[in-house]
């Protein structure tokens, strides 16, 4: 019997400087996350937390070390996480990311991982600063179902959580209707959604969920790439996107971009028929600095284990039939093209500010 859903307005966020803690599965979208909150100016970026899911957990620290000391936040403290998800066996996806998550481009850091693991420093972090810290995650949930069994008021310590998974009104990556994040570890994103039930009848802010329905509005083409080295002073980059995509730039952080992006744009050249890339991670970063960025309605969401093709769906419940408290603001449209100017600002202002 259905009961009308009650619509949740989600809390009016201040603008302004905000404590992220970014966690992630370093993959080519993640690293330009991890440049978008470094370089940006409003982020205080506390911590990242890793967790096996492009590829495995030590080349996403390999990986996350290397791009923040590229960006010059070498400081920021990366602590390792899940090495596989909580049920399954880890599925990688080397043919998206390459064999080491970077796509063709390589990093060396010098830096070291954390002594904390993800979910110590995760809970400790949100204790200390009860109510001030934004944890954004960008891979499987597999951390983040851990430390809110270990801590069921988790979600009353964190001041938000924004989630890059599901799909709720398009196709899937993975089958049709799943996305990569939550096809990694269902089980773990089912534990998530379930706990933030029981904690938003206490209070807790729901999660809000940017599903690829609104993450592929933010795409990046070789376009993009030109007018970064022309805003960073670099010179204009002639030639056929693919040319584009191969040409020298002299710039660390550039380089970088540049290297990964081409092997994700050969990915969404054979998978999705365009030579670019759906950036879905930084936009997830993006709205959760300015979330209006992003429309979301209020909801109950839950995920599919059945088995099958629908196995790790995201099922919103739109009209009331499960009585459960709400438990997700699921984003329904965003302003992609708006976010990527903004990523193409801050690139360019890192690139001066990073050179060889
Ligand atoms: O489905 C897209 C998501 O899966 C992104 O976070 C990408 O990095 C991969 O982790
Ligand atoms: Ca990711």
């Not at 993640?30 to 492009?54: Q, R």
Request: aromatic residues 6%; proline residues 6%.
């Amino acid at each position: 019997m259905r009961s009308p859903r009650v619509s949740v307005a989600p809390p009016r966020r201040e603008a302004g400087r905000q404590s992220l803690i970014l966690d992630v599965d370093t993959g080519i979208d993640d690293m330009l996350a991890l440049l978008y909150a470094a370089g940006h100016p409003d982020v205080d970026l506390v911590a990242v937390t890793t967790v096996a899911g492009n590829v495995g957990v030590d080349d996403v620290v390999c990986n996350t070390l290397g791009v923040l000391e590229l960006a010059g936040a070498g400081h920021v403290e990366v602590a390792a996480g899940a090495a596989g998800p909580i049920a399954r066996t880890l599925c990688t996806t080397p043919e998206t990311h390459g064999p080491h998550g970077l796509g063709h481009a390589v990093v060396d850091p010098v830096g070291t991982v954390s002594g904390r693991s993800a979910v110590t420093l995760l809970l400790e972090e949100a204790r200390a600063r009860p109510g001030e810290i934004t944890l954004v995650t960008m891979g499987p949930l597999t951390n983040l179902a851990a430390a809110v069994l270990a801590e069921p008021n988790l979600p009353l310590l964190l001041k938000d959580v924004w989630v890059m998974g599901g799909t709720f009104t398009g196709a899937g990556n993975v089958a049709p209707r799943v996305e990569w994040n939550i096809h990694v570890d269902p089980e773990a994103a089912r534990t998530v959604f379930h706990q933030w039930s029981t904690a938003t009848e206490r209070g807790a802010t729901p999660i809000t969920v940017m599903g690829l329905d609104v993450t592929e509005t933010s795409q990046f083409h070789a376009r993009d790439l030109v007018a970064v080295a022309e805003a960073a002073g670099i010179g204009t980059i002639g030639g056929t996107d693919k040319e584009v995509m191969a040409a020298p730039l002299g710039n660390p952080v550039l380089d970088l971009v540049r290297d990964a992006l081409r092997f994700y744009f050969e990915f969404h050249e054979e998978y999705d028929g365009f030579y670019g890339a759906h950036v879905h991670d930084p936009f997830v970063v993006g709205a959760a600095l300015d979330p209006t960025l992003v429309e979301v309605r209020s909801t109950v969401v839950d995920v599919d284990l059945g088995g099958g093709h629908t196995d790790g769906e995201t099922v919103a419940d739109w009209r009331g039939h499960v009585d459960k408290p709400v438990n997700a603001f699921v984003a329904l449209s965003g302003d992609g093209p708006k976010f990527i100017a903004r990523l193409r600002a801050v690139l360019a202002e890192l690139a001066c500010r990073v050179t060889a």
